[in-house]
């Protein structure tokens, strides 16, 4: 998430109750999470497994819940919960403001775009030029589309990550990471009917110019599809995960969190991506694995009950 103007870090600091270690003059730009820091950026660390990652990231500035080393020019902000701390930033800077209105009247709806009745569109959506939006579509709060995109009826943009923090010591494990990121889509995108495409925790969920997604799909967190993309019906792919341009996933493809599958892969329908995967071929399977092979397999799968009466046959 960006703030709107950059933060001074003793504002942060007195914000989360938090010791400054380091550069107690930073300024802040923004917040986000591990999988997408940039220089300037908050990020917390509750772990000491994530210690490490935090501190050496792009982030310039870590809040966690122990002195420890760090590279010259950064600054902790220590606290008792790191975790905590994060929600009240993210609270405070991108606090729930309710909409009542189908329209909010802080969003922008450009020339030449069709928005059908009970489609609500949130606060500080913008959308571009000559768009159709179907009737029952929900645009939630900060979402930008492009020009020339079509949102098919029934379809959630910009739902909540489905991100929480467990904690084993108190009654209720799993608690809801606040999400303040957004969904942003380019021109010429169109996305069928009954979709989610989730907003990001703190950074944005981006689909590039000219993909296409069929019915039903699921798109995860600070997910980023690339240019030309397409989804075919029940698709699923989970959070911070990656397709490069010219991607193909046919129905029901399954898709793991933060990996990477290469530029003009196509995976065939029903497989399970469970880690990245290079470009340029074609897969299949669960977990994936060169079509061509796997197809193989299932040739000789078929051929064993007749080998093996050969082979009993031998022995009679």
């Known amino acids: 998430m960006r703030f709107e103007k950059p933060v001074s ?3 942060i600091a007195q914000l989360i109750g938090a010791e400054i270690v380091g550069n107690k003059n930073g300024i802040a730009t923004g917040i986000n999470e591990i999988h997408k820091v940039e220089p300037g950026d908050l990020v917390f660390a509750d772990h000491p497994k994530y210690y490490t990652t935090c501190i050496n990231s792009a982030a310039t500035f870590i809040i966690i819940n122990k002195k420890t080393d760090f590279p010259e020019g950064k600054a902790l902000l220590i606290v008792e919960d790191p975790f905590e701390a994060y929600l009240k930033i993210a609270d405070h800077y991108r606090p729930f403001n309710p909409s009542m209105k189908m329209i909010s009247d802080t969003s922008i709806v450009g020339e030449g775009t069709v928005i059908m009745p009970n489609a609500y569109i949130g606060n500080h959506v913008s959308i571009g ?5 179907y009737p029952n579509v929900t645009i939630l709060d900060h979402c930008v589309l492009g020009n020339h995109v079509v949102i098919q ?8 990550a489905f991100y929480y923090n467990k904690k084993t010591n108190r009654d209720i494990h799993y608690k809801k990471m606040t999400s303040c990121g957004r969904v942003v889509i380019e021109d010429w995108v169109e996305i069928g009917a009954s979709c989610t495409v989730d907003r990001g925790v703190s950074s944005d969920t981006l689909i590039r110019t000219g993909t296409k997604i069929d019915n039903l799909v699921q798109i995860g967190h600070d997910t980023v599809i690339g240019k030309n993309c397409l989804l075919a019906g029940q698709v699923g792919i989970a959070g911070a995960t990656t397709l490069e341009d010219n991607v193909i996933l046919w129905g029901q493809v399954g898709v793991s969190k933060t990996l990477t599958i290469g530029k003009n892969a196509i995976v065939y329908a029903q497989s399970g991506v469970k880690d990245s995967i290079a470009g340029g071929k074609k897969y299949f399977g669960s977990p994936v694995e060169d079509a061509r092979e796997k197809i193989k397999e299932f040739v000789w799968i078929k051929r064993i009950p007749k080998l093996w009466e050969k082979v009993m046959g031998k022995k009679g």
Do not use: K, P, Q, R
């Open 9 to 11: 870090l003793t504002t």
């Open 153 to 160: 009826a029934g379809t959630v943009i910009g739902s909540d």
């Open 129 to 133: 030029t000559n768009c159709i939006v």
